[in-house]
């Protein structure tokens, strides 16, 4: 019934979206009803990760109104969205008026269903079937009308009724205040870990039977019958389980500290891990790279101590616990000493090479802010300044919404390096094209007055002597070639940092990023090359060209991102 409800605004809130859509994906489809004002998906401070959900607005009400009755529940990148009209004042959300509560729903009911089901008794301002993260129906969801009148129409109609043969209770939302406390979680099935190695099921049980019967313990080993160092114990009653966790959580069991809990299923631990991660090490943990072999845990500790209080400091290493990745994280205790550190830290010479220092974000987190920088370079199509390119083949870039093109390197400026000389260019190839400098240019482009140029060579206004083609050809080469060779052997990071511009230092780095990056990517090897430059800082650049499985995993996050386009 939303055709009866009159707009008091333009703006719409768009909710279920995943984290990897951008404001362009959203504008693509909501342009389509009518003329979008502005876009804004609402973003994390700190992370800058989508919180899944946006507002668009438009330029009139009746394109708003129009968008909400043919696009909700519409699939963005596969999930469906949900939208309803954006409601600045939060009052009308948190009073509770008009929201309905609906439990023991079918899997099979969506928010669509949901929305058909309700919408008979009055005009609905949001419906949501809640969904877990493989966007699955937990089987209970709400609707919110305009008017109490409509949601107590709702509950007498409906509750108790049979829904694709499930009966359903629908009743007024409460509050989790109103509903109390949560019901304490009840289970009979207990996780041990950083258990001993000698600790077998025997002393295991022999530790647990004060608390209970127990029905079942065991300990995993691996093919060769050694301990994992976790296990299992299932007891009888729940409240002997309870027992257990409480009083051997923590304590000293053959000379090692033991981790006693309740048993989870995968998705309850990923879940937890994720919520821990988000909340209580959100802004402290930072991720650091480029260490230096030297390096240990306690090395790291010592560097970064400076800054703050550390509860965690480690450098990761390879299975077999000898070798440096050359990365790792330290653990702050408040978000100002994490900051303290990023910003002293970041770039600093430790042992032979320049730490990369940054908060730790999850690997969605990572590539969703790759794709999305790689994005917002051709919201409006083929920029005005094109980027350095490399190699000797046509490079393509993102083609402009109405008249899509290929842009050909010969068609560009060609990069240079510090000293202003041309560099990445193969020996002869100024001797292939049509014309030399003090030489006719055939058909040649406007000038400013939007006269044809003359043909013809131009007038030697310095009074210096022209360069016969054939030799100035060969000039050109040789310097090429010089240039070239020189930037090579010169390459070091004080060198590139010297460079009077962030232009002339990506030229510096890509003449060695391209050839690199040629050899596992020849197709893509210049477009990769150019999202690199663009989104990373000078120094990690520098570390991709020493480090091949750094530039290996960046290669790979590219290929996602241009992959998911």
């Known amino acids: 019934m939303a055709t009866n409800f009159t707009p008091i ?13 951008s404001e362009q994906h959203l504008f693509e489809i909501f342009n389509q009803v009518g003329l979008v004002s502005n876009i804004r998906v609402c973003r994390d401070t700190n992370t800058r990760r989508s919180l899944s959900y946006a507002y668009v607005n438009y330029y009139n009400g009746a394109d708003a109104e129009r968008a909400l009755d043919t696009l909700n529940n519409t699939p963005i990148r596969g999930k469906a969205c949900r939208i309803m009209w954006s409601q600045r004042d939060p009052s009308l959300r948190k009073s509770g008026v008009g929201n309905v509560f609906i439990k023991n729903l079918d899997k ?12 008979a008794f009055g005009n609905i301002l949001s419906c949501k079937v809640v ?43 409460k509050s989790s205040k109103e509903r109390g406390q949560p019901t304490e979680v009840k289970f009979t099935n207990v996780f041990f870990k950083n258990l001993s190695e000698d600790v077998g099921p025997d002393q295991l049980k022999e530790l647990l039977q004060p608390y209970g019967e127990i029905t079942n313990i065991t300990i995993m080993t691996d093919d060769k019958g050694k301990s994992k160092g976790f296990g299992f114990a299932n007891f009888e009653s729940a409240e002997a389980a309870k027992n257990v966790v409480e009083n051997e959580n923590g304590k000293v069991f053959h000379g090692k500290p033991i981790y006693a809990g309740r048993a989870q299923k995968k998705i309850e ?111 409006t199509g083929i920029r005005q300044q094109m980027p350095p390119t490399y190699g000797s083949g046509p490079v393509f870039f993102t ?25 990445g260019v193969p020996q002869g190839q100024y001797a292939n094209m049509n014309y030399a400098r003090g030489q006719p240019r ?124």
């Open 131 to 173: 969904t877990d993260d493989g966007n699955s129906s937990k089987g209970f969801g709400f609707v919110h009308y305009e008017t109490q009148e409509s949601a107590d129409k709702a509950i007498a109609k409906v509750n108790g009724m049979m829904i694709n043969g499930q009966k359903v209770f629908v009743g007024p939302f």
């Open 399 to 423: 083609p402009a919404p109405v008249n899509p093109q290929v842009v050909y390197q010969q068609m560009m400026p060609r990069p240079r390096n510090w000293n202003g000389q041309p560099v």
């Open 108 to 119: 099979g009911i969506d928010h669509k269903a949901l929305y058909d089901t309700f919408s």
């Open 442 to 565: 055939q058909n040649g482009p406007r000038q400013n007055g939007g006269q044809p140029r003359q043909n013809g060579p131009r007038p030697d206004v310095s009074g210096a002597q022209p360069i016969p083609v054939q030799q100035q050809t060969t000039l050109d080469a040789a310097q090429t070639q010089q240039a070239a060779s020189s930037a090579e052997s010169a390459l070091n990071l004080q060198s590139i940092i010297n460079l009077p511009s962030r232009d002339q230092q990506n030229v510096a780095l890509g003449e060695h990023l391209y050839p690199l990056i040629h050899n596992s990517q020849p197709d893509l090897a210049g477009k990769i090359t150019g999202m690199l430059l663009d989104s990373l800082p000078v120094e990690e650049l520098f570390t991709l060209t020493q480090r091949q499985d750094l530039l290996a995993d960046k290669i790979r996050e590219a290929l996602e991102v241009l992959g998911s386009n």
């Open 269 to 379: 631990r990923e879940a937890e891990l994720k919520h821990t991660f988000e909340t209580k090490y959100q802004g402290v943990n930072l991720y650091i790279k480029n260490i230096d072999d030297s390096i240990d845990n306690d090395k790291l500790r010592e560097v970064f101590s400076q800054f703050g209080t550390i509860t965690s400091a480690i450098v990761m290493k390879d299975d077999k616990a000898t070798t440096s990745k050359g990365f790792g994280f330290v653990c702050y205790t408040a978000p100002d000493e994490a900051t303290r550190a990023v910003t002293e830290m970041n770039g600093r010479m430790i042992g032979t090479k320049p730490l990369y220092v940054a908060l730790a974000q999850r690997k969605d987190i990572r590539r969703a802010q790759l794709e999305m920088q790689h994005q917002q370079k051709f919201k």
């Open 9 to 21: 605004s333009s703006s719409l809130y768009v909710g279920d979206l995943l984290p990897e859509v």
